[in-house]
């Protein structure tokens, strides 16, 4: 498997491999025998100087050569192994492992993350100033990468994180009146999956991958908060104004269309006029009407 490769600026690319690692337990046999060696060399020093000297030697070289190459890898971690400096590949399997003293390992964690950022203020699609955080989750996906491609593959999750939030925060406006457009208010699962497909092309290049992502905080900021609030307030009033008027009018339709079916009362268009207006008055007004009752004649 090649090693490395050059992405679109000239810059080598790492690329993540197994590493040719041992089981740690084949190994673990090998030094309780040379610790067994060693016991009886010194057992055999009262009799046979030479061949205990000889075992008791033999036994420590070999203890002392096999113990710094064991290393234990948990669950969902990884050890990038180097060789005076040079990627050897990445060691994957958990439990004990083995592997030559002279070359180095570096554990990291394949564990999901989960990071919260900070409130950021940004300006949406139409200028308005908003505050956003946003949760991701996280994991390493390429050893390699993350750790010889990135300097600090952590903060550059965090720094990726925070202008993937401004580019997509001024990308829709925060909120849509006429519920006629893609907003950040309105359509969390959409700004969401996009908001995930952006940071996953920013993070590619050090070997990380996103789960999941999502606002947690999002609001319009403090300076124009309070006349946005009062532009819902009147949005809300408008919209009920506007429902409670088209039924008033149905209400009243329905009432002049009975009356004249049935022949209750003869209405020129001054007196529909003047019922027009008394239904409505009664139907739209915000108080309960006092009724008049008119004992005379109607004219």
Known sequence: MVESQADSAGLARSRDYPARASSGYVML?????????????????????????????????????????????????????????????????????????????????????????????????????????????????????????????????????EAAVRTIGSRYPYDDFEHQEVTLRGNHDQIGAELRTELIARLVTAGITVDECGFTHLAYAQEIAGAMLRRQQAEAVVAARKTLVEGAVGMVEMALDMLSAKNVVELDDERRAAMVSNLMVVLCGERDTQPVVNAGSLY
């Open 29 to 161: 046999v090998v030094t309780l025998a040379a610790i067994a060696a060693m016991a009886a060399g010194v057992t055999l020093m009262k009799s046979d100087s030479a061949v205990g000297l000889t075992l008791l030697i033999g036994g420590a070289l070999i203890f002392g050569f096999l113990v710094p190459g064991f290393y234990m890898i948990q669950p969902n971690q990884a050890a990038a192994i180097t060789l005076f400096g040079a990627y050897k590949g990445s060691d994957r399997v958990n439990g004990l492992r083995w592997l030559w003293p002279w070359m180095t390992k570096k554990k990291i964690s394949l564990r999901a993350n989960n990071m919260i950022s900070e409130r950021l203020k940004v300006n949406d699609l139409r200028g308005n100033p908003i505050e956003i955080a946003t949760q991701v989750v996280w994991r390493v996906t390429d050893t390699a990468q993350a750790l010889f491609d990135i300097d600090d593959y952590k903060s550059f999750v965090v720094v990726q994180a």
